[in-house]
T-cell receptor, first 112, second 114 residues
Framework: AQSVTQLGSHVSVSEGALVLLRCNYSSSVPPYLFWYVQYPNQGLQLLLKYTSAATLVKGINGFEAEFKKSETSFHLTKPSAHMSDAAEYFCAVRINNNDMRFGAGTRLTVKP | GAVVSQHPSWVICKSGTSVKIECRSLDFQATTMFWYRQFPKQSLMLMATSNEGSKATYEQGVEKDKFLINHASLTLSTLTVTSAHPEDSSFYIC??????????FGSGTQLSVL
């Protein structure tokens, strides 16, 4: 069965530091992978998605993620954290047209 | 971008009462909407797929008589938690799919059953 696992329910970084949010997937077929972000009191927004085109995917707000088949990973990174990046981040894999499996989420805190 | 409005954002109710949560696509038509719930520190879990004009498709283990879903129009789906119990307390979130098969999420509803 397809699934994703997010390592670390809470990540804290200093402003300007590298952001690394980890996601590993389990899939018997080439997966469609997504990262979503949820800011306080708002809905989930799509950050980026991998659909088997390029392994390095660039998203909004300076985030990017690299699909590594050998490591079954799709980690989310940003070179320099900003205070406005503080949010909950969800990794997800699309099962079919009607279903997605989400990770448990990682809360990112950015310290001044 | 497209907006999905979910209301209410939080609700507290007595055990045994029913609670209705609305999910509206504000600037697009959504033939398909999805309902998820999330327990603390756990994943978002799909509860059901709501199709406009037809019965919802429930995931295994989700009680259809307890979680009533109505998708009467192309812009509105409702989830009614009937005879709520404390164990129904959770975060419920909806999403809607546009013609391009992109998903847009509501802001979620925190339900607390006393």
């Amino acid at each position: 069965a397809q699934s994703v696992t997010q390592l670390g329910s809470h990540v804290s970084v200093s402003e300007g530091a590298l952001v690394l949010l980890r996601c590993n997937y389990s899939s018997s077929v080439p997966p469609y992978l997504f990262w979503y972000v949820q800011y306080p009191n708002q809905g989930l927004q799509l950050l980026l998605k991998y659909t088997s085109a390029a392994t390095l995917v660039k998203g909004i707000n300076g985030f990017e993620a690299e699909f590594k088949k050998s490591e079954t990973s799709f980690h989310l990174t940003k070179p320099s954290a900003h205070m406005s990046d503080a949010a909950e981040y969800f990794c997800a894999v699309r099962i079919n047209n009607n279903d997605m499996r989400f990770g448990a989420g990682t809360r990112l805190t950015v310290k001044p | 971008g497209a907006v999905v409005s979910q209301h209410p954002s939080w609700v507290i109710c007595k055990s045994g009462t029913s609670v209705k949560i609305e999910c509206r696509s504000l600037d697009f038509q959504a033939t398909t909407m999805f309902w998820y719930r999330q327990f603390p520190k756990q994943s978002l879990m799909l509860m059901a797929t709501s199709n406009e004009g037809s019965k919802a498709t429930y995931e295994q283990g989700v009680e259809k008589d307890k979680f009533l879903i109505n998708h009467a129009s192309l812009t509105l789906s409702t989830l009614t938690v009937t005879s709520a119990h404390p164990e129904d307390s959770s975060f419920y979130i909806c999403s809607a799919r546009d013609d391009g098969e992109k998903l847009f999420f509501g802001s979620g509803t925190q339900l607390s059953v006393l």
